[in-house]
């Protein structure tokens, strides 16, 4: 199948498109470089340099490509610079999408993927965290991809646009190749890497009162190439309809576990500092996976903490200065 991914020179798409790219797919990436990396765009992938922004880019990319099936990665993804800046996250990211989803009907595509988070989930009445919860966007970041997922779910509807939406909780972990490399660099398991590489001076923990086991915050760490495997069996399945699933492990760790998991894996001593707790960072999060379980069969292969500190720590000794861009 030929498949547009926005994004694909980022930390999730550049590991779903080589993952494709295994599975005899043709790679489209689209991509403005704004985070990504030349260097994380697949060989065998075309590579188009363009802002989602850009209408006649976006229209010139699918009148010369028969595009069947869009994964929509590229987004603004800082949940705090969101809470400064509303409307970068509720106007740009999705106006930026918009612009995506009205070129994709211009040319027929009636399949898409988008990448949705966790962060719908604000104040969860239950965990783990299944499709049913309440929905409460934790900032305006979260409230842009509920204004995705609602806008596809209308696309569904009105016009035959089958969809599936994501909701990643954190993903963790590197393929051989491709590994995660932001700048800011704002996610744990990176920055832990980044101490024991000696490239920053200590570990910050936000907060240790938390009303978890050992007072930090609990996350559900999801190895970057078990996503790619859902993306492979959601994009298999949407001949059969629009669904949305929530992704993570099933399991929580704390802050700590991941801190003393990768001193154990790096042999470093990765010093630490607590400061106090972000504004809106709930003690838990856990995805309850089980609809994708139960539905397309994805399990994830790589559950184990240690073996997604690994596969990033492989991936950060062998690429210290990151894609070095
Ligand atoms: N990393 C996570 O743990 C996580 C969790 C939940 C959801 N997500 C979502 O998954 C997606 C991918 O996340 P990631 O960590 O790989 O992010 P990333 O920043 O590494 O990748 C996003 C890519 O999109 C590109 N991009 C951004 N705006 C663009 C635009 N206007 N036009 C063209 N390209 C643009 C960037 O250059 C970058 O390469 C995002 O939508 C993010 O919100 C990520």
């Not at 994964?71 to 918009?98: C, R, W």
């Not at 919860?133 to 204004?147: A, N, R, T, V, W």
């Not at 909780?169 to 990176?190: I, K, V």
């Not at 500190?309 to 990151?322: F, K």
Request: contains cysteine.
């Amino acid at each position: 199948m030929q498949i547009l991914l926005t994004g694909g020179a980022g930390y999730i798409g550049s590991i779903v498109a080589e993952q494709l790219i295994e599975r005899s797919h043709e790679v489209t990436v689209l991509d403005n470089l704004f985070q990504g990396h030349k260097a994380a765009v697949h060989p065998q992938a075309r590579f188009v340099q363009a802002d989602l922004k850009d209408r006649a880019a976006l229209h010139k990319l699918f009148s010369e490509t028969s595009i069947e099936a869009v994964m929509h990665f590229a987004s603004y993804t800082l949940v705090g610079e969101s809470v400064e800046q509303p409307l970068k996250y509720i106007g740009d990211n999705v106006t930026n999408g918009i612009n995506l989803l009205q070129e994709a009907m211009t040319h027929g595509v009636r399949k898409f993927i988008l990448s949705s988070t966790a962060n719908l989930f604000e104040r969860p009445l239950k965990l783990p965290i299944d499709e049913e919860e309440q929905i409460i966007p934790g900032s305006p970041y979260g409230e842009g991809k509920y204004l995705l997922e609602r806008i596809l779910g209308w696309l569904d509807k009105t016009s035959g646009m089958r969809y599936a939406c994501l909701r990643y909780f954190n993903a963790a972990g590197a393929s051989q190749r491709y590994g995660e490399d932001h700048d800011p660099e704002t996610h744990l398991t990176p920055l832990v890497l980044k101490v024991a590489l000696g490239k920053l001076p200590e570990i910050r923990i936000f907060g240790s009162d938390y009303p978890t086991p050992d007072g930090t915050c609990v996350r559900d760490y999801i190895h970057v190439l078990d996503l790619a495997q859902a993306h492979i069996l959601a994009l298999e399945a949407l001949e059969r309809g629009s669904r949305t699933y929530n992704l993570g492990n099933g399991q929580g760790f704390s802050v700590r576990e991941v801190i003393e998991t990768a001193r154990q894996i790096t042999g470093k001593s990765i010093p630490e500092v607590v400061q106090d707790r972000r504004p809106g960072d709930p003690a838990i999060l856990i995805a309850s996976s089980e609809r994708i379980r139960a539905e397309l069969g994805w399990q994830p292969k790589f559950p184990r903490l240690d073996d997604i500190i690994q596969s990033a720590w492989d991936w950060h000794q062998r690429n210290p200065d990151g894609y070095s861009d």
